[in-house]
């Protein structure tokens, strides 16, 4: 069995664009399974969704606090577990899972959003998942496939190439603007929606 190859004669991870395609299969699961769990909610739920949410868009613009640690967190705790992970034989498995739960979670609130909200419900939840989601899925698969090549190398540090660090830190960089662009223009955005 040769270095890279998941088992024989199957597909082989060596190749970086191998890694992101599969990673990137296992989040378009994650994101299937998260709307077919938020069509199954119940009324109550989104009742109670849809009175929170009201009430935060009519809150005084001064008075909605975005919750930077939360939004933080939001972007970054996929990619940190996954780059934790990638130091342990588990991450070989671990990585594709996290991918998916992201996908999930991500998918499972954008759709509970616009269950809960009605016709603007759609342009609620891109305005409240739509930064998010254009900045952390693809910062998510580089980070990812590195880390999953990294697990399965079993190297650790020293098989982090020059260009593995830069990448990671421009994702890093991107999260951090796009915890930025969410804190504030998603709240504003969400109140435009409500109002159209």
């Known amino acids: 069995m040769k ?16 890694r992101v ?8 699961g994650g994101i299937l399974l998260g709307a077919f769990l938020a069509s199954r909610c119940s009324r109550d ?13 009519g809150l005084p613009d001064n008075s909605r606090a975005c919750g930077g640690l939360g939004t933080a967190l939001a972007f ?3 990619p940190l577990l996954m780059l934790a992970v990638s130091f342990c034989g588990l991450g070989f498995v671990a990585v594709p ?6 996908g999930m979670s991500l998918s499972y609130a954008a759709v509970s959003f616009s269950a809960a909200m009605g016709k603007p419900g759609v342009l609620m939840a891109l305005a409240a998942f739509g930064v998010r989601g254009a900045v952390l899925l693809p ?13 399965y190398e079993r190297k650790g540090l020293a098989a982090l190439s020059g260009r593995d660090l830069r990448g990671i ?3 890093f960089a991107a999260l951090t603007l796009g915890v930025i662009l969410e804190c504030s223009l998603a ?6 929606a409500l109002a159209g």
């Open 3 to 18: 270095l890279g190859a998941l088992s024989k004669g199957t597909v082989k991870l060596s190749s970086g664009g191998r």
């Open 21 to 28: 395609w599969l990673l990137g299969i296992s989040t378009l």
């Open 45 to 57: 739920a989104l009742d109670a969704l849809q009175a929170y949410v009201t009430a935060y868009c």
């Open 76 to 78: 970054c705790r996929v």
């Open 97 to 102: 899972l996290l991918a998916a739960w992201e």
């Open 139 to 151: 910062c998510m698969l580089f980070t990812g496939g590195t880390a999953w090549r990294l697990a």
């Open 169 to 171: 830190l421009i994702c």
């Open 187 to 192: 709240p504003r955005l969400m109140t435009l």
